[in-house]
């Protein structure tokens, strides 16, 4: 059972324009939110997090916007870099001491 | 400073051999992850440590695998009589987990691990 759902594998977006990552979540009680990023051959670095008494959180090019009612969370980045293009990872947890659950990834191709 | 090392980089082994990979979490870390990406995957979790409380071993594929963290720091994850399924690249994070806030992980590079 999937708690944290990147529906689309994949994403293409040209360099300058805005990329939109989306991501769904299943468990209520999931609290604290977070993506990472990962370049091949390299273990995922952390990007941005929200928690569940935001709805925004902004850092610089990287937006995270969460609609706790839709159990849905997003990444912004705008505009988009070459150097953006990677495997983007959302993860959740529900408290403090549990465990971070991950969603399978969104490949993130930027065009020039 | 030092970030999670994590060894070997790469384990090339046999259908039926046990490996063990191990973690250097970051000095002072108290909560350990390990997770296996398989090809064309996301993040699988395996385990979680976190400091003196028993480990959270939801994630463990089998009874094949095991993993021991060793005073508070080291991690060991070993996986007995190896099936070429369990290709893939192990990573290991290590998160402060201060009181009062919720820290994010900070990974190794990963274990890559090819059963024959």
């Known amino acids: 059972d999937q708690q944290v759902k990147q529906n689309s594998p994949s994403l293409s977006v040209q360099e300058g324009r805005i990329s939109i990552l989306n991501c769904d979540y299943t468990n209520s009680m999931f609290d604290y939110f977070l993506w990472y990023k990962k370049y091949p051959a390299e273990g995922p670095t952390f990007l941005i997090s929200?928690?569940?008494?935001?709805d925004k959180n902004e850092d610089g090019r990287f937006t995270v916007f969460l609609n706790k009612s839709a159990k849905h969370l997003s990444l912004h980045i705008v505009p988009s870099q070459p150097g953006d293009s990677a495997v983007y990872f959302c993860a959740a947890s529900a408290n403090r001491d549990d465990k971070i659950i991950f969603g399978k990834g969104t490949r993130l191709h930027i065009l020039p | 400073g030092a970030g999670v090392s994590q060894s070997p980089s790469n384990k090339v082994t046999e259908k039926g051999k046990d490996v063990e990979l191990r973690c250097d979490p970051i000095s002072g870390h108290t909560a350990l992850y390990w997770y296996r990406q398989s090809l064309g995957q996301g993040l699988e979790f395996l385990i979680y440590f976190q400091g003196n409380s028993a480990p959270d071993k939801s994630g463990l594929p089998s009874d094949r695998f095991s993993a021991e963290r060793t005073g508070g720091s080291v991690s060991t994850l070993t996986i007995q009589r190896t099936q070429q399924e369990d290709s893939a690249v192990y990573l290991c994070?290590?998160?402060?987990?201060?009181?009062?806030?919720?820290?994010?992980?900070?990974f190794g590079p990963g274990t890559r691990l090819l059963v024959l």
């Open positions: 994070a290590s998160s402060p987990q201060l009181a009062g806030g919720r820290e994010t992980q900070y």
């Open positions: 929200i928690s569940s008494i935001k």
